[in-house]
C-alpha cells in the first residue's frame, strides 16, 4: 500500500470539501489557517477549488450566517 505524503492528506481534504465547508471557512477559519497560508501551495489550490464550485454566493453568504 502506497502511503501518501502529509501534503497530498491536506489536497485530498481541500478536494473533499463542499461548496459550504469551503465558505465556513474563508468567513470563520482562524488566522494562519494552513489552507490561506500563501508561502504554500494550498491557498492556491483551496481558491481555484472554490471558484470552480462557485465561490461565496449571497444565498451561501446568508445559509452560513455572519
Excluded: C
Excluded at 502511503?3 to 471557512?25: G, K, P, V, W
Aim: hydrophobic share 40%; net charge negative; aromatic share 12%.
Amino acid at each position: 500500500m502506497d502511503e501518501i505524503t502529509y501534503e497530498e492528506s491536506i489536497i485530498n481534504d481541500i478536494d473533499a470539501l463542499s461548496q459550504i465547508e469551503m465558505a465556513r471557512l474563508v468567513r470563520f477559519a482562524p488566522v494562519g489557517h494552513i489552507y490561506f497560508d500563501t508561502t504554500k501551495p494550498y491557498s492556491k489550490i483551496f481558491n481555484k477549488r472554490f471558484k470552480e464550485l462557485g465561490g461565496m454566493t449571497p444565498a451561501i453568504s446568508k445559509h452560513i450566517e455572519w
